[in-house]
């Protein structure tokens, strides 16, 4: 198993930036895909990002292509999410997860979660 505390969230103005980490404890992280998803008040859960075991794979949604930058460091067993280009609509909890094996976009595939980090961008 694998435990996941995310840090870095906070208040921030439109076009801003923010940059979100994730530190894995327990079982090697390079054992894991990581992914970041986010739930705004009222709506689903999404996929932000994802990156494979050893990195060498990501994936991202299309409302934070261009703008958002997902990278791990397994010695450092930690996964970061470069947010740039901030909009108002970026403002959600988002939530550091993990999986065996290959690279999903969906929530139901991740067994293991952190207990997320508020993001506010105000317009």
Not at 4 to 19: F, I
Not at 84 to 89: D, G, Q, R, W, Y
């Amino acid at each position: 198993q694998v435990q996941l505390v995310e840090s870095g969230g906070g208040l921030v103005q439109a076009g801003g930036s923010l940059r979100l980490s994730c530190a894995a404890s327990g079982r090697t992280s390079s054992s894991y895909a990581m992914g970041w998803f986010r739930q705004a008040p009222g709506k689903e859960r999404e996929f932000v990002a994802g990156v494979s075991r050893y990195g060498g794979s990501t994936s991202y949604a299309d409302s934070v292509k261009g703008r958002f930058t997902i990278s791990r460091d397994n010695a450092k067993n930690t996964v970061s999410l470069q947010m740039n280009s901030l909009k108002p609509e970026d403002t959600a909890v988002y939530y550091c997860a993990g999986k065996m094996y290959g690279l999903s976009g969906r929530s139901a595939d991740y067994p293991y979660w952190g207990q997320g980090t508020q993001v506010t961008v105000s317009s």
